[in-house]
T-cell receptor, first 117, second 111 residues
């Protein structure tokens, strides 16, 4: 089974709708991240969480919110979707720096392709 | 602000060639650097992670080197195969901060 899973894998929605993307991990990592990927712009960090009670904004948090329901679960919400939020969304995890030569190595989920019409 | 660039943006080679992908970063105060592979429309697969105290890492036909002082890393792929065709991304973790990603190099290995 995959270590980092994302649901749904594909989603088409309309402008103004609320949508939630979910991420679960079995790696036992405390740190989780949400990124979006756009052609020509690379990956940009939306939100990140170092533990259940520690949630931080990333580079492009406007229009998004998150919830860390448990160590293993981190959800991303678009409160009122707009077309320029059409992108590929990735969840990732990492340890907290105690992994020796593997410290902070990031592991990614398969992504959610979101289209906002 | 840390910036990461990757050259070339795209590369096409015949099968069997050895090749080098380049990653440059503007601030040498990094904690580590990670190379990923991404197939079209898919997630990122971790290839190699190099800590700032290391000079290189190897995994099979892949070898990644790190020169912090010059702000460069290279990913060497030996005896390339069509299955190596993908986009390769490098990501740099500045000290005390989150990873910053490069735009990627799109590699095509022709049979």
């Amino acid at each position: 089974d995959a270590d980092v899973t994302q649901t749904p894998r594909n989603r088409i929605t309309k402008t103004g709708k609320r949508i939630m993307l979910e991420c679960s991990q079995t790696k036992g990592h405390d740190r989780m991240y949400w990124y979006r990927q756009d052609p020509g712009l690379g990956l940009r960090l939306i939100y990140y969480s170092f533990d259940v009670k520690d949630i931080n904004k990333g580079e492009i948090s406007d229009g998004y919110s998150v919830s860390r329901q448990a160590q293993a679960k981190f959800s991303l919400s678009l409160e009122s979707a707009i077309p320029n939020q059409t992108a590929l969304y990735f969840c990732a995890t990492s340890d907290d720096g105690t992994g020796g030569f593997r410290a902070y190595e990031q592991f990614f989920g398969p992504g959610t392709r979101l289209t906002v019409l | 602000k840390q910036e990461v660039t990757q050259i070339p943006a795209a590369l096409s080679v015949p099968e069997g060639e050895n090749l080098v992908l380049n990653c440059s970063f503007t601030d040498s105060a990094i904690y580590n650097l990670q190379w990923f592979r991404q197939d079209p429309g898919k997630g990122l697969t971790s290839l190699l992670l190099i800590q700032s105290s290391q000079r290189e890492q190897t995994s099979g036909r892949l070898n990644a080197s790190l020169d912090k002082s010059s702000g460069r890393s290279t990913l060497y792929i030996a005896a390339s195969q069509p299955g190596d065709s993908a986009t390769y991304l490098c990501a740099v973790r500045p000290e005390g901060q989150n990873f910053v990603f490069g735009p990627g190099t799109r590699l095509s290995v022709l049979p």
